[in-house]
């Protein structure tokens, strides 16, 4: 195994912090559903597990409950500062460390299972990780894979939005898509690489594909009692103020956006629009009376080796 050192990965291409500081994916997995996957994929009989890409470690600690009571899960990521995350946010039966998903630091058939939670969607080699959780896994482990439906998500539903003309909601429909284009073209990975996984992990060797979907919906209405409705708003409100569009920083926007489309007139007038929907979301927000139904729409890829 030829292992990159940390320092290696100094330029992460994405920076996560917005996306993981935030208290949102604690709200992503309902713990009945999670229990309807224990059943379905037998997760209760499972004692050594893998989280590859974990970040601060949120997946880590939604599955730990669902799984062997014995159970022990080691989390690994190529940002070293998402593990001391991790670490400090750990408990008992979890272990973070430093590793590529590229080059998994384990031995052939060290795990009962390997799971992931929106780690597919960010590598350019998306199937160089599945054959490692494959040579990693014991014989009949299993692997589940967590990643959303982003072009689900591309399109919301909600109070900001419907203030847009519908030439407006096209123009942020294509900026949106255009971006997620030139963040595969650069190597950041395909948003929409949920769809391509079950043939990826059949064609890499697993048995018993099946795909499952999470049920969890955000619900955001007045008065936003509850603490899902509270992180939505609060993760929303971070990105409007720092002016991203979708999900991504400003520079981050551009170069996915000219990688795809150089066309830098289309661009300022699409952030344009994007800038004045950001206006709408923040005054909404603020006054109280923003409305809406958002995803994660999270989707379960799961295989036998
Ligand atoms: C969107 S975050 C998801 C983190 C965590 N799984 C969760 O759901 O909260 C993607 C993570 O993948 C990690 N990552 C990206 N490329 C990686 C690689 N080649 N090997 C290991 N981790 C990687 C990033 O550092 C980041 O922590």
New binding site residues.
């Given amino acids: 195994m030829n292992q990159r050192q940390p320092s290696e990965y100094k330029d992460?291409k994405?920076d996560?912090s917005d996306?993981?500081r935030n208290s949102i994916?604690d709200y992503w997995w309902d713990y009945d559903f999670l229990q309807l996957m224990q059943k379905r994929l037998g997760l209760s009989k499972l004692k050594n597990g893998l989280?590859?890409?974990?970040?601060?470690?949120?997946?880590t600690r939604a599955i730990l409950p669902h799984l062997h009571p014995e159970a022990a899960i080691t989390g690994?990521?190529?940002?070293v500062e998402?593990i001391q995350e991790a670490i400090h946010l750990s408990s008992q039966r979890m272990n973070f460390d430093f590793?590529?998903?590229?080059s998994i630091p384990f031995p052939d058939e060290t795990f009962d299972f390997v799971t992931?939670?929106?780690?597919l969607m960010?590598?350019e080699k998306p199937a160089d990780?599945i054959k490692e959780m494959y040579r990693v896994l014991k014989k009949d482990g299993v692997i589940f894979l967590?990643e959303p439906n982003n072009y689900g998500n591309l399109v919301r539903i909600n109070s900001a939005q419907e203030c847009l003309s519908p030439a407006e909601r096209l123009q942020i429909t294509e900026l949106y898509t255009t971006i997620e284009e030139g963040k595969k073209i650069v190597g950041d990975g395909f948003m929409g690489i949920l769809y391509q996984l079950p043939k990826l992990a059949q064609n890499n060797g697993f048995k018993h594909v099946q795909c499952y979907r999470n049920d969890v919906v955000f619900n955001i209405f007045p008065p936003y009692k509850n603490d899902a409705q509270k992180a939505m708003l609060d993760f929303l409100l971070i990105f409007m103020e720092k002016g991203y569009a979708y999900i991504f920083p400003r520079e981050i926007t551009e170069k996915y956006f000219l990688a795809a489309n150089n066309d830098k007139a289309l661009y300022r007038k699409l952030m344009n629009t994007s800038d004045k929907l950001n206006d709408i979301y923040k005054e909404q927000i603020i006054n109280k009376t923003f409305e809406g139904s958002f995803g994660p729409d999270m989707i379960i890829t799961a295989g036998v080796k």
Avoid: E, P
């Fill in positions: 992460a994405l996560f996306h993981l994916r989280d590859l890409g974990c970040g601060m470690g949120h997946w690994i990521d190529s940002n998402w590793g590529d998903a590229y992931c939670q929106t780690l960010h590598l990780a967590a």
